[in-house]
């Protein structure tokens, strides 16, 4: 597909000026996040209950109608497409390009305020797998903080961008992983996790002083604690993967960072049902696959719930959304599984029920609603697996892009994706030098559900029980993070490249528009001086992304992967 952007689409830049004073700026704090005011958006998830919710009614299900481009900012070089989910403070909009290129733009025209492109290796960059794509900043005392691709944290001056700290973390030269995830920031704490789960590594996720770039602490996600190492038979968690590669969120009221973390590697084990004893990894591989609590101050283990033990599918729980909500006096957490399923908590990480989003799910029978216990494993030994496929593909039930919960009508929008694949499992030999290498243990190729076809489908379910109340369908699974508004509208940006707005309470289309290429990143709303904004990525590219044009064909077959905008609407 070629960028469809017409004349009237193009940037509205030229003699535009910053509207808003710097006087009337504040500081982005904890408490501040915490309260998440309704004309900003200050951290990834929209604030930390991971609602992806916003409060702005200006432009609602009577008059999406009328919502047009109000300017377009083209990053340049988007290699493997645009993933950052923006963030907005007193009418600057942050946002990330690949190669952890970072950018403040004025809010209302999209000019440039200032920009960042950290010096990086190239050569290293295009050894990684997972790169050069970025998917976001953290704000906070008066800086935005990002991760890059060579392992290192920065600290940027929100008004000028200039480096104020620079903290190396990761040696990636030997690991060949950086930073790939938005970073966390908390009560003078920054909080990142290293990419990926299937590098022989131990997937650290670190504690930053926000003042001055010095690590806190250190978690790791592999055999991180005593116990944790009793569940890796023999020096597996060596080379253990894991990895916290999206962010978390915090919780004040315990003082607990709440994160996910990524499969052991390699992703397939050959061991059959003696996983336990036997194959790459024996045991349960704590804490891959998890949900933990860390104290924010010390990063000190507080608790945690392993979603899949010994993960043999690379469904991980990864993902960062933690949506927390209050039902009859009591607190739960909400936390959606790549594998399909949707786990509910309570605020120290018990489960209280577990609910599918997706149809298609054959790698477990079921999942107990009570204990979270998985049920009727299916766990593979060397060779292919064909009949039936296994459900879902690797892409997951679920993506990493998030959902939205909205207040109001006390429903859950959430993505889910119904395909599968066929493998072929094989015994592999962790590589650590001279430098570590991707450790997969199978080829796969996408494949239908046994007796349907690949879809996707937008749902509207009650969180904690996972009653649906409206389903809209889509040929191809969205990729994008979801968006739900006071204005009792809910936003999907597709993978074919259309940006969609239904009703929140009946799922009817309201109305949609063309951006030109698939999306994979997120979409926000934001307020300066009285007028409300939409600001969605657009830009296609990435492993799960390059599956669409051989399986799919059509519009994937001309969409460029190395191609990217943030699109901000406005009405008329």
Known sequence: MKRRWSNSCLPLVA??????????????????????????WLTYHGSYKSY?????????????????????????????????????????????????????????????????????????????????YNRGVALGEGKVFVGTMDGRALGLDMKSGKVLWETRLIDSQKLTVGFTGAPLYAKGTVIIGAQGGEWPGRGPIFGLDATTGKKKWEFLTVAGTDEAMKTWGNDSWRTGG???????????????????????????????????TQGARPGDNLYTS??????????????????LPHDAWDFDSAVGEFVMLERDGQKFVVHPNKGGFVFVYDRNLAVKNVWRLVENINFVKDIDPKTGALIGRRDFTAGKVTEPPLCPFIGGGISWNAGSYNPKTGLYYKIGQEWCMTLDVQKTTPVTAPQVQLNIGADFKMAPPPGGEIYGHLDARDPITGAKKWEVRYPEPPLGSVLSTAGNL???????????????ETGTELWNHNN???????????????????????????????????????VYKSMPRDDGALVVFSLK
Request: glycine share 12%; hydrophobic share 35%.
């Open 290 to 307: 998890s949900v933990i609590g860390l104290d924010v101050d010390t990063g000190k283990l507080k608790f945690y719930h392993q979603e």
């Open 242 to 276: 894991g990895g916290g590669w999206m962010p978390g969120t915090f919780d004040s009221e315990t003082n607990t960072v709440l994160w996910g973390t990524a499969n052991p590697a390699p992703l397939y084990d050959w061991s059959g049902a003696d996983y336990k």
């Open 490 to 504: 809910v936003f999907v940006p597709d993978s074919r490249g259309i940006l969609h707005a239904y009703d929140a």
């Open 52 to 132: 992806h919710y916003s409060p702005l009614a200006q432009i609602n299900a009577s008059n999406v109608k009328d919502l047009s481009v109000a300017w377009i900012h083209i990053p340049g070089r988007s290699t493997r497409g645009l993933q950052s989910m923006p963030l907005v403070a007193d009418g600057v909009l942050y946002y990330t390009g690949s190669y952890s290129r970072v950018f403040a733009l004025n809010g209302t025209t999209g000019e440039v305020i200032w920009s960042h492109f950290p010096e990086l290796d190239e050569a290293l960059i295009a050894r990684q797998t997972h790169s050069p």
């Open 15 to 40: 003699g535009a000026t910053l509207i808003v004073s710097s006087a009337l700026a504040q500081t982005v704090d904890t408490a501040r996040i915490e309260n998440a005011g309704q004309n900003d």
């Open 516 to 554: 030109g290429t698939g999306h994979q990143g997120g979409i926000v709303s934001y307020s300066v001086n009285g007028k409300q904004y939409i600001a969605v990525a657009a830009g296609f590219g990435g492993m799960l992304a390059d599956e669409y044009a051989p399986n799919f064909g059509g």
